[in-house]
């Protein structure tokens, strides 16, 4: 149980370009979910926070109209990285928090590695 | 300032050599802390919640505890593919469940 997935696991795009990440909870509903990004050799930057139905709160230095979330569901969030560039190149990961969770546990997606070029 | 500091950043581990990987924290409050597993190029896979202080989880050969101010995750007579990168995470109590991840623990078990 508990299982997340993302797509697309890899995605190449142009500068310039818009790219939409996909998240999913399979076998349970999420009440929030959450987006990373993660640069090489270093750990998870937490970039949002997103709750069904609701807008998405962002990090501070996160740029909420470059980067659009929304949660259309209990087992979908998507990411879209508007007008992509260069240094938006980067490894993206969700995770999601289950409903009727007596815990805090978050379950991560496998990721998804952006490359602009 | 809060943080999560993990340490050391790197262990090299031969087969069998039992070792522990350090996660100390300076938060206002804690509601828990997580421990994670990451390969590379994966997302993190959940090992561990911990709440209470004396608290201890076991799966395996890995086993983590909890104290007011640090956890350990103690891997017992690693095999290589215990190979990973170990990541500590903590929610606060005023956090609304966001994670606050320590840098990692790399860690090569070799044959």
């Known amino acids: 149980g508990a299982v997340v997935s993302q797509h697309p696991s890899r995605v190449i795009c142009k500068s310039g370009t818009s790219v939409k990440i996909e998240c999913r909870s399979l076998d349970f509903q999420a009440t929030t979910m959450f987006w990373y990004r993660q640069f090489p050799k270093q750990s998870l930057m937490l970039m949002a926070t997103s709750n069904e139905g609701s807008k998405a709160t962002y990090e501070q230095g996160v740029e909420k109209d470059k980067f659009l979330i929304n949660h259309a569901s209990l087992t979908l969030s998507t990411l879209t990285v508007t007008s992509a560039h260069p240094e938006d190149s980067s490894f993206y990961i969700c995770?999601?928090?289950?409903?009727?969770?007596?815990?805090?546990?978050?379950?991560f997606g496998p990721g998804t590695r952006l490359t602009v070029l | 300032e809060d943080q999560v500091t993990q340490s050391p950043e790197a262990l090299r581990l031969q087969e069998g050599e039992s070792s522990s990987l350090n996660c100390s924290y300076t938060v206002s409050g804690l509601r828990g802390l997580f421990w994670y597993r990451q390969d590379p190029g994966k997302g993190p896979e959940f090992l561990f919640t911990?709440?209470?202080a004396g608290e201890e989880k076991e799966k395996e050969r890995l086993k983590a505890t909890l104290t007011k101010k640090e956890s350990f995750l103690h891997i017992t007579a690693p095999k290589p593919e215990d190979s990973a990168t170990y990541l500590c995470?903590?929610?606060?109590?005023?956090?609304?469940?966001?994670?606050?991840f320590g840098a990692g623990t790399q860690v090569v078990v070799t044959p």
């Open positions: 995470a903590v929610i606060q109590t005023d956090s609304w469940g966001k994670l606050q």
């Open positions: 995770s999601a928090h289950a409903i009727r969770q007596s815990t805090d546990t978050q379950y």
């Open positions: 911990l709440y209470s």
